[in-house]
Antibody, heavy 122, light 112 residues
Framework: QVQLQESGPGLVKPSGTLSLTCAVS?????????WSWVRQFPGKGLEWIGE???????NYNPSLESRVTMSVDKSKNQFSLRVTSVTAADTAVYYC???????????????WGRGTLVTVSS | DIVMTQTPLSSPVTLGQPASISCASS???????????LSWLQQRPGQPPRFLIY???NRFSGVPDRFSGSGAGTDFTLKISRVEAEDVGVYYC?????????FGGGTKVEIK
C-alpha cells in the first residue's frame, strides 16, 4: 500500500486560497487510477470534495466545483488541492486518499493520509 | 444530492452486547448496473476513516465477522454482534451510487 502525507498552511485568511499537497510514497502517482480528497468539519461531519485521475480527469462535488481545482504532478509524485475564496465554513481536517471512494472491493487497499487541519481565520 | 441520515447519533453499549446503526438515503441507492453502492466506514479516535463494508453487505478481509451489513433500496443497517473495546469510534454510511458521494452524519459507539 502507498503512504500519503498531506502538507500545506494550517491557517488561511478569509477570501484567500487554500492549497494542499498530498505526497505519495511507496508507489507512483501514475499507478492508481484515481486520487481523492475528503474533508471533516469540526463537528465531525465528512464531505467528499472530489477526485482526480492521474491523466487529469476530475470529478468535483458540485457544492465546491466553482472554487476547487485538483492537479497531479508526476515529476514530484504528488497530487494537489486548491480551494479559492475560502470562508470559515472551509475550516476542516483535509484528507487525501489513494483511490476513488467508489473503489468497492479495492477499497481494502485504499490508503488515507493522516489529515491536516486547515483553519480559515483572520 | 442524496442525503444520508443515520440513527442514532450515539449508541452507548455494554461490552459484549450488540449494537445496531441505521442509515436511510433520500433516494434509492440501487444502481442501473444492479448493484447498491452503500459502504460503512469506521473512524477510531484520532485516525482517518477506514472501510468496513462495501456494496451493503460485503465485509473487507481483516474486518471481524461480528460486523455485518444489510439492507436495500433506501434503508440499511450495520450490526455489531458483540461490541468490543476496539470498536469504540464513529461509524459512517456512505453512498457512491451517484455523484456527489455523500456521507451520513455519523453514529458514535461508546462503552457504557
Amino acid at each position: 500500500q502507498v503512504q500519503l502525507q498531506e502538507s500545506g498552511p494550517g491557517l488561511v485568511k478569509p477570501s484567500g486560497t487554500l492549497s494542499l499537497t498530498c505526497a505519495v510514497s511507496g508507489g507512483s502517482v501514475t499507478s492508481n487510477n484515481w486520487w481523492s480528497w475528503v474533508r471533516q468539519f469540526p463537528g465531525k461531519g465528512l464531505e467528499w470534495i472530489g477526485e482526480i485521475g492521474h491523466w487529469g480527469s476530475t470529478n468535483y462535488n458540485p457544492s465546491l466545483e466553482s472554487r476547487v481545482t485538483m492537479s497531479v504532478d508526476k515529476s514530484k509524485n504528488q497530487f494537489s488541492l486548491r480551494v479559492t475564496s475560502v470562508t470559515a465554513a472551509d475550516t476542516a481536517v483535509y484528507y487525501c486518499a489513494s483511490d476513488s471512494l467508489s473503489c468497492g472491493g479495492n477499497c481494502l487497499n485504499l490508503s488515507w493520509g493522516r489529515g491536516t487541519l486547515v483553519t480559515v481565520s483572520s | 444530492d442524496i442525503v444520508m441520515t443515520q440513527t442514532p447519533l450515539s449508541s452507548p453499549v455494554t461490552l459484549g452486547q450488540p449494537a445496531s446503526i441505521s442509515c436511510a438515503s433520500s433516494q434509492s441507492l440501487a444502481h442501473s448496473d444492479g448493484n447498491t453502492y452503500l459502504s460503512w466506514l469506521q473512524q477510531r479516535p484520532g485516525q482517518p476513516p477506514r472501510f468496513l463494508i462495501y456494496k451493503v453487505s460485503n465485509r473487507f478481509s481483516g474486518v471481524p465477522d461480528r460486523f455485518s451489513g444489510s439492507g436495500a433500496g433506501t434503508d440499511f443497517t450495520l450490526k455489531i454482534s458483540r461490541v468490543e473495546a476496539e470498536d469504540v469510534g464513529v461509524y459512517y454510511c456512505m453512498q457512491v451510487t451517484q455523484f456527489p458521494f455523500t456521507f451520513g452524519g455519523g453514529t458514535k459507539v461508546e462503552i457504557k
